[in-house]
């Protein structure tokens, strides 16, 4: 595809550009013209100019400051494009000093450009600093190899610098990638500090937001901003790519899994040898991503022959577990989904990416085109989409005013993208999970603390009912006793009636008639709750899990790192995880029981456990599974022995007579209040200070019994036991 000018154009305005570098950037890469951002940005950097570049994602960023590097070390190092020369070693001689830095916000994209270098220039003159890697050390002197050129992550290259591994006095080339992440970053202030006032400094992101005009001044001197937009948006905040489609799709939470087995049934059905499609799946979490990876592993396992490979990439994995399952990705020639977060959000460059869904909307608004711009790399095609749940649409006119085409999926787009095939698989049990979405539950029914309200209204009516039905009977025979009588004259005993009429019949019919009516209402939400747990695919994750203590530990994890990330979103005001239906959601992930989570703990949640004991479900692996019972053994014997010290001390305490100074206490404590307010005498003061940490749940019983002793036998005064004074201090 023809972007702008032929590279060949380079040797009228550089004329040092070397023709070995443009016949491989021609022959390895294919490149023929160059694309807007390197037109621009590669004669500014040859010719000794600080630029700030802003393009978007998939714009040939890379090769627009690679190309400028090459240029610069070729006159030092004339081997340098020798790539399969095997005569070169750690020994052979090379620059001396480092020449240019690149630096990445992540391990992903730092191991990217290195991949992409490798292929144009020799491995012996290229460094990688990232986590998880050795770099080499030479023995002589103790330091770093010499490289004139490194790729290096900004946590990994303080590490060295602080070492003094790595010195950075003769750097004449800085590049930052990803600008607006690394400078906001906490070690890229101490890395400033290291740099040469004398270098070239070149910016590259898609987005600037955080970067200021005073992390410029201190970067660079008179820099050339670098900004392209697409012609029709001159005035976007953010820059999208022209052939990416973006759109959003409103799923209610109960559905969101389900729906997102029906994307990636859709395109695994579209999956052809020849035109290869792979999707990469954002969540907000490690812990997210990871039970999705299991749990649609599972799933897919149901179809024959392994139609499509499902991979995890986050940032919780081992360096390398991430390697492997990246690799693993690219290689598989099915229709592969790589379930990750937002550690592939920048700089991840996978021609085959086809579409990109985001199951959970990101903590930072940036982040969103970012994201999207994993597809749609060079200018090809892609497709971004983005699940809202009902209560989140509000982000759509959020990214319209920052420029970002985000439209509704059309019936034509949803039919292609979400229409479920089954043709190919008659009769199998992926089929069941796939042909029936979950039944929404009716938005105008009661919420979980409406029907809080409710329950307490029916025992509220009952009790009155029942008193009301025996005063009613008590009554009455009072009425029939009194009419048997000789002495009592009718117009008494119509009168009583009339009393008994008026102040109970009446008062109960109508205490009846309501309590009938909320009835009705409790047996109608009830039966609409249940419906969440009879779908299919509900029904499969919980077997699973119920099966396999490491999806079951996960999926717990997946929901606890999910409400703490979303409560920490950046719009809060249209992500506000208290207006999300959690108990519906929680079901649709397959929980058998809600994990212990504050913001769970403080809502009326509609969900209902699975009656297992799931200290009985066991790891597939036998020999997690026997350190598990190990551990499980020691924890009951050591609960066991706490309880047996406990009822020792218990039985102590009763022969020293404890408990009679502990009761004697609470019996003063509570006559002088009945007769001096709330005022708490001197010489009780410790002890209502005890007494109200004892109500308030701060200490426990024994803590209390323990802490009141050592009053009693220091005379009022605090001991001097250091875990004792804490308990009192809390």
Known sequence: MNFGAPWDSLKKSIPQVPDALLHIL??????????????????????????????????????????????????????????????????????????????????????????????????????????????????????????????????????????????????????????????????????????????????????????TEADLALLMRNPHVVKLYNAAKEQDMYIVPQNLVMWYKVVPYEQKLYMLLRHINALRSQHK????????????????????????????????????????????????????????????????????????????????????????????????????????????????????????????????????????LTSEQDAQLFDVCTTDMPGCEFTNLITSPPASPDRSALTAEEFSTLQASIKELTQKTKKLTRALATNQQRASLAAESADSTTTAVQKMQSVIHTTIELPLNEARKRLSILLEQEKNYLEQKNYMYDHNLTKFLRQVQSEKREVFESCQRALETWLSGYNENEAKLIFNVEKLPLGEFAVSLGLLKLPNHNILRRKHINFKSVDIDVSKIVYSNPKREESRQVQLDISTRKKEAREQMRQERELSRHKEGSNEITEAIRTSLTQHALSHGNRVPAQFSGEARLLSLLKGGKITEDEFDEMIDDLALSGGKMSKNPAKIRKWRR
């Not at 990439?313 to 693993?328: P, V």
């Not at 021609?351 to 608004?365: A, G, M, N, T, Y």
């Open 26 to 211: 021609k022959s390895r890469f294919s490149f023929t013209n160059m694309t807007p951002v390197q037109e621009c940005a590669i004669p500014l950097l040859c010719q000794h100019k600080d630029i700030a570049a802003q393009a978007e994602t998939g714009s040939g960023k890379t090769f627009a400051y690679l190309v400028p590097i090459i240029v610069s070390l070729i006159e030092k190092i004339p081997r340098l494009l020798d790539v399969e020369d095997e005569s070169l070693n750690e020994s052979d001689p090379r620059s001396g000093y480092i020449h240019a830095l690149i630096v990445a916000p992540t391990q992903v994209l730092a191991q990217q450009i290195y991949d992409v270098l490798i292929q144009i220039i020799s491995r012996h003159y290229v460094l990688l600093l990232i986590g998880g890697t050795d770099a080499p050390i030479d023995q002589a002197s103790g330091s770093l190899l010499d490289r004139p050129l490194v790729v290096a992550t900004p946590g990994r290259l303080r590490y060295y610098l602080a070492d003094g591994l790595v010195s950075l006095k003769d750097l004449e080339i800085l590049i930052i990638d990803e600008a607006d992440q690394v400078i906001v970053s906490k070690d890229f202030p101490y890395i400033r500090a290291k740099l040469p006032s004398q270098r070239r400094t070149g910016l590259f992101s898609a987005t600037f937001d955080s970067v």
């Open 273 to 408: 040898a020849d035109s290869p499609k792979k999707l990469i799946v954002f969540f907000m979490t490690c812990s997210m991503s990871q039970y999705m990876s299991f749990a649609f592993t599972h799933i897919f396992e149901l179809l024959p022959d392994q139609q499509v490979g499902i991979y995890c990439f986050n940032g919780k994995q081992s360096q390398e577990t991430k390697i492997k399952n990246y690799n693993s990705f690219l290689a598989d020639t099915r229709f592969a989904v790589l379930f990750t977060t937002d550690i592939s959000a920048r700089g991840l460059d996978i021609s085959d990416i086809s579409h990109v869904l985001q199951f959970d909307p990101p903590k930072l608004i940036a982040t969103y085109t970012h994201r999207a711009g994993r597809t749609a790399r060079c200018y090809r095609s892609g497709d971004a989409g983005i699940f809202l749940g009902l209560e989140e649409i509000g982000i759509v006119s959020l990214l319209r005013t920052r420029g970002v085409p985000l439209r509704e």
